[in-house]
């Protein structure tokens, strides 16, 4: 089993404030790298996916970045607002024939008005 | 739109009870998922399918069972509820697009055993 850590586990911010989390992976074998967003009551709803070393992901104001090197991939969120606040999911995929997802346990965000 | 729906989005069952979360999906896609997410921890797979009549088990498959019968629809079996079985349940499915399978979720079943 994949270990994928995302840190921190929860993070209050107030609105208006930028912000950023972490997911770790193992680098080895490595295909792509997946985010996404949790709301409360909702269905998980994919953000990014990232395969290449360096790859850069903007949608409004979150976007992500990747470094399969050394296992690590950021979330940055500008300006944070109020329907910001989620669970935000990464899940890394190995390569070869496996479709599976591995993911992390999440960090909690709540964007504070 | 993609869309992924799962039968209850509440449900209370007894210990010892056979219970059925159902998922349905309507893109046709190939593969389907289950995962149970508990707090503090990641979703952890319990089953997928990646055709009819497949099924391949996931990392806590221990009091599962599946059933794919149809395209669109994958099952989760609960032979005998257990009180470890309350969470929350998550069906998902997924196609290849370009080499990357995006991950499409239903809204989850919070299943509760007493």
Known sequence: ?113 | DVKVTQSSRYLVKRTGEKVFLECVQDMDHENMFWYRQDPGLGLRLIYFSYDVKMKEKGDIPEGYSVSREKKERFSLILESASTNQTSMYLCASSAPTGGVETQYFGPGTRLLVL
Request: proline content about 5%; glycine content about 8%.
């Open chain 1, 1 to 113: 089993i994949l270990n994928v850590e995302q840190s921190p586990q929860s993070l209050h911010v107030q609105e208006g404030d930028s912000t950023n989390f972490t997911c770790s992976f193992p680098s080895s074998n490595f295909y792509a790298l997946h985010w996404y967003r949790w709301e409360t009551a909702k269905s998980p709803e994919a953000l990014f996916v990232m395969t290449l070393n360096g790859d850069e992901k903007k949608k409004g104001r979150i976007s992500a970045t990747l470094n399969t090197k050394e296992g690590y991939s950021y979330l940055y969120i500008k300006g944070s607002q109020p329907e910001d606040s989620a669970t935000y999911l990464c899940a890394s995929r190995p390569g070869g024939s496996a479709r599976q997802l591995t993911f992390g346990s999440g960090t909690q965000l709540t964007v504070l008005p």
